[in-house]
Protein backbone atom coordinates (compact mmCIF):
# COMPACT_ATOMS: atom_id res chain seq x y z
CA UNK A 1 0.00 0.00 0.00
CA UNK A 2 3.06 2.05 1.20
CA UNK A 3 4.88 1.68 -2.07
CA UNK A 4 1.47 2.37 -4.64
CA UNK A 5 1.13 5.26 -2.29
CA UNK A 6 4.06 6.27 -3.95
CA UNK A 7 3.49 5.29 -7.04
CA UNK A 8 0.44 7.02 -7.78
CA UNK A 9 0.63 10.55 -6.24
CA UNK A 10 3.01 13.43 -6.56
CA UNK A 11 3.25 15.77 -3.34
CA UNK A 12 4.35 18.87 -5.71
CA UNK A 13 1.18 18.48 -7.39
CA UNK A 14 -1.26 18.80 -4.80
CA UNK A 15 -1.96 21.95 -1.75
CA UNK A 16 -4.79 21.54 1.19
CA UNK A 17 -5.79 22.41 4.63
CA UNK A 18 -4.22 19.58 6.46
CA UNK A 19 -0.68 19.65 7.53
CA UNK A 20 1.40 16.70 6.11
CA UNK A 21 5.18 15.79 5.83
CA UNK A 22 4.80 13.59 3.17
CA UNK A 23 2.42 11.57 0.53
CA UNK A 24 1.93 8.64 3.26
CA UNK A 25 2.54 11.41 6.38
CA UNK A 26 1.67 9.28 9.75
CA UNK A 27 1.45 5.34 10.32
CA UNK A 28 1.01 4.31 13.85
CA UNK A 29 0.54 0.64 15.34
CA UNK A 30 -1.54 0.61 18.10
CA UNK A 31 -2.08 -3.07 20.97
CA UNK A 32 -4.90 -4.39 20.61
CA UNK A 33 -6.75 -7.09 22.47
CA UNK A 34 -3.63 -9.24 23.97
CA UNK A 35 -0.81 -7.65 21.82
CA UNK A 36 1.87 -5.89 23.85
CA UNK A 37 3.34 -2.52 22.91
CA UNK A 38 6.49 -4.47 22.39
CA UNK A 39 5.05 -6.73 19.58
CA UNK A 40 3.96 -3.55 18.02
CA UNK A 41 6.86 -1.41 18.07
CA UNK A 42 8.91 -4.25 16.69
CA UNK A 43 6.26 -4.63 13.45
CA UNK A 44 6.74 -0.76 13.32
CA UNK A 45 10.77 -1.01 13.40
CA UNK A 46 10.57 -3.66 10.92
CA UNK A 47 8.38 -1.91 8.99
CA UNK A 48 10.49 1.52 8.91
CA UNK A 49 13.16 -0.58 7.78
CA UNK A 50 11.74 -1.81 4.77
CA UNK A 51 10.24 1.51 3.88
CA UNK A 52 13.47 3.13 4.23
CA UNK A 53 15.77 0.81 2.02
CA UNK A 54 13.60 -0.73 -0.24
CA UNK A 55 11.45 2.61 -1.21
CA UNK A 56 14.49 5.02 -0.19
CA UNK A 57 12.38 7.80 1.60
CA UNK A 58 13.65 9.21 4.96
CA UNK A 59 11.56 7.57 7.65
CA UNK A 60 11.70 8.80 11.19
CA UNK A 61 10.41 6.13 14.77
CA UNK A 62 8.34 7.63 17.26
CA UNK A 63 7.08 6.46 20.56
CA UNK A 64 7.87 2.51 21.77
CA UNK A 65 9.21 1.81 18.33
CA UNK A 66 11.85 5.04 19.10
CA UNK A 67 14.88 4.17 21.56
CA UNK A 68 14.51 7.20 23.62
CA UNK A 69 10.68 7.03 22.94
CA UNK A 70 10.59 10.63 20.84
CA UNK A 71 6.87 12.08 20.26
CA UNK A 72 5.08 12.56 16.71
CA UNK A 73 4.35 15.92 17.95
CA UNK A 74 8.14 16.70 18.87
CA UNK A 75 9.42 15.37 15.14
CA UNK A 76 6.95 17.29 13.24
CA UNK A 77 7.54 20.39 14.99
CA UNK A 78 10.99 20.46 14.47
CA UNK A 79 10.17 19.13 10.50
CA UNK A 80 7.54 22.21 10.29
CA UNK A 81 4.05 20.18 9.99
CA UNK A 82 2.37 22.92 11.65
CA UNK A 83 3.52 25.83 10.31
CA UNK A 84 1.53 26.27 6.85
CA UNK A 85 3.67 27.00 3.51
CA UNK A 86 1.63 28.76 1.40
CA UNK A 87 -0.88 31.62 2.09
CA UNK A 88 -4.86 31.08 3.25
CA UNK A 89 -3.45 28.74 5.53
CA UNK A 90 -2.25 25.98 2.50
CA UNK A 91 0.38 23.15 2.71
CA UNK A 92 1.41 23.45 -0.69
CA UNK A 93 3.28 20.87 -2.70
CA UNK A 94 6.18 18.79 -1.16
CA UNK A 95 9.52 19.51 1.21
CA UNK A 96 10.38 23.37 0.48
CA UNK A 97 14.32 21.65 0.79
CA UNK A 98 15.81 18.68 0.48
CA UNK A 99 17.57 18.86 3.36
CA UNK A 100 16.10 17.40 6.77
CA UNK A 101 16.39 19.34 10.02
CA UNK A 102 16.67 15.64 11.32
CA UNK A 103 18.29 12.67 11.29
CA UNK A 104 15.94 10.20 10.00
CA UNK A 105 15.83 6.28 11.83
CA UNK A 106 15.72 4.81 8.40
CA UNK A 107 16.64 5.81 4.50
CA UNK A 108 18.57 8.56 3.05
CA UNK A 109 19.13 12.08 4.46
CA UNK A 110 17.74 13.63 2.10
CA UNK A 111 14.16 14.11 1.33
CA UNK A 112 12.27 13.96 -2.49
CA UNK A 113 9.97 16.61 -3.18
CA UNK A 114 7.41 15.03 -4.72
CA UNK A 115 7.20 12.09 -1.96
CA UNK A 116 8.58 13.64 1.54
CA UNK A 117 9.13 11.86 4.52
CA UNK A 118 6.96 9.10 6.31
CA UNK A 119 6.65 8.94 10.19
CA UNK A 120 6.09 5.34 11.74
CA UNK A 121 5.38 4.52 15.74
CA UNK A 122 3.64 2.58 18.45
CA UNK A 123 2.07 4.00 20.80
CA UNK A 124 -1.01 3.19 23.18
CA UNK A 125 -4.58 3.64 21.79
CA UNK A 126 -5.33 7.37 20.27
CA UNK A 127 -8.55 8.97 20.01
CA UNK A 128 -9.01 11.43 17.32
CA UNK A 129 -11.65 14.06 18.18
CA UNK A 130 -12.76 16.83 16.50
CA UNK A 131 -14.84 19.91 17.02
CA UNK A 132 -16.71 22.44 14.52
CA UNK A 133 -16.21 25.93 15.46
CA UNK A 134 -18.33 28.23 13.44
CA UNK A 135 -15.86 30.86 12.05
CA UNK A 136 -13.22 31.17 9.36
CA UNK A 137 -11.15 33.02 11.92
CA UNK A 138 -8.43 30.79 12.44
CA UNK A 139 -5.99 32.89 14.21
CA UNK A 140 -8.90 32.64 17.14
CA UNK A 141 -9.68 29.06 16.98
CA UNK A 142 -5.75 28.64 17.36
CA UNK A 143 -6.05 30.71 20.88
CA UNK A 144 -9.03 27.98 21.47
CA UNK A 145 -7.03 24.75 20.82
CA UNK A 146 -3.69 25.83 22.30
CA UNK A 147 -5.96 26.45 25.84
CA UNK A 148 -7.35 23.24 25.33
CA UNK A 149 -4.15 21.76 24.98
CA UNK A 150 -2.04 19.97 27.52
CA UNK A 151 0.90 22.01 25.64
CA UNK A 152 -0.77 24.94 26.38
CA UNK A 153 -1.98 24.64 29.79
CA UNK A 154 -5.33 23.12 28.93
CA UNK A 155 -6.16 19.51 30.06
CA UNK A 156 -3.53 17.26 30.32
CA UNK A 157 -2.97 14.28 27.17
CA UNK A 158 -4.39 16.38 24.97
CA UNK A 159 -3.21 17.92 22.09
CA UNK A 160 -4.98 20.59 19.80
CA UNK A 161 -4.38 22.33 16.39
CA UNK A 162 -6.66 24.67 14.18
CA UNK A 163 -7.74 22.97 11.14
CA UNK A 164 -9.37 25.30 8.32
CA UNK A 165 -12.21 23.04 7.59
CA UNK A 166 -14.78 24.12 4.58
CA UNK A 167 -16.47 27.36 4.15
CA UNK A 168 -17.08 29.83 7.82
CA UNK A 169 -16.00 26.57 9.70
CA UNK A 170 -12.54 25.63 11.63
CA UNK A 171 -11.95 22.50 13.50
CA UNK A 172 -10.44 21.90 16.79
CA UNK A 173 -8.69 18.78 15.90
CA UNK A 174 -7.85 16.68 18.79
CA UNK A 175 -5.17 13.71 19.81
CA UNK A 176 -6.72 12.02 22.79
CA UNK A 177 -3.42 10.25 24.39
CA UNK A 178 -5.36 8.80 26.90
CA UNK A 179 -8.60 8.05 26.15
CA UNK A 180 -9.78 6.26 29.16
CA UNK A 181 -9.11 9.08 31.06
CA UNK A 182 -10.22 11.93 28.73
CA UNK A 183 -12.94 11.28 26.14
CA UNK A 184 -14.31 13.30 23.52
CA UNK A 185 -17.28 15.12 25.83
CA UNK A 186 -14.55 16.53 28.23
CA UNK A 187 -12.71 18.07 25.47
CA UNK A 188 -16.53 19.04 24.40
CA UNK A 189 -17.44 21.10 27.09
CA UNK A 190 -13.81 22.84 27.31
CA UNK A 191 -14.36 23.64 23.79
CA UNK A 192 -17.79 25.36 23.98
CA UNK A 193 -16.34 27.24 27.55
CA UNK A 194 -13.51 28.88 25.39
CA UNK A 195 -15.23 29.40 22.32
CA UNK A 196 -17.56 31.40 24.01
CA UNK A 197 -14.97 33.87 25.58
CA UNK A 198 -13.95 34.27 21.95
CA UNK A 199 -17.65 34.54 21.13
CA UNK A 200 -18.30 32.00 18.54
CA UNK A 201 -20.00 28.89 18.71
CA UNK A 202 -19.59 25.50 18.03
CA UNK A 203 -20.69 22.31 16.56
CA UNK A 204 -20.98 18.76 17.88
CA UNK A 205 -17.84 16.78 17.88
CA UNK A 206 -17.05 13.36 16.27
CA UNK A 207 -14.27 10.84 16.10
CA UNK A 208 -12.63 10.68 13.32
CA UNK A 209 -11.72 6.85 13.70
CA UNK A 210 -12.98 3.35 14.71
CA UNK A 211 -13.45 3.02 18.73
CA UNK A 212 -11.09 -0.22 19.70
CA UNK A 213 -13.61 -2.76 20.57
CA UNK A 214 -15.29 -1.82 16.98
CA UNK A 215 -12.26 -2.45 15.04
CA UNK A 216 -11.88 -5.75 17.62
CA UNK A 217 -15.42 -6.79 16.30
CA UNK A 218 -14.62 -6.09 12.36
CA UNK A 219 -11.98 -8.31 12.76
CA UNK A 220 -13.40 -11.15 14.00
CA UNK A 221 -16.54 -11.14 11.71
CA UNK A 222 -14.02 -11.33 8.71
CA UNK A 223 -12.05 -14.24 10.60
CA UNK A 224 -15.19 -16.38 10.65
Known amino acids: ?32 ACTSLDQIAGIAKSLAADVGSSLQVPTFLYGAAHEGGRTLDSIRRELGYFKPNSGGNQWVGGPKSESLQLMPDEGPTQAAQSKGVVVIGATRWVDNYNVPVFSPDITAVRRI ?28 ACNLLEPSGVGGDQVQLEVERLAGEEGLTVGKGYYTDFSQDKIIDSYLTQCK
Open 145 to 172: AKRVSGRGGGIPSVQAMALAHGEGVTEV
Open 1 to 32: MVKAAFEAIDLELHCGSHPRLGVVDHICFHPL
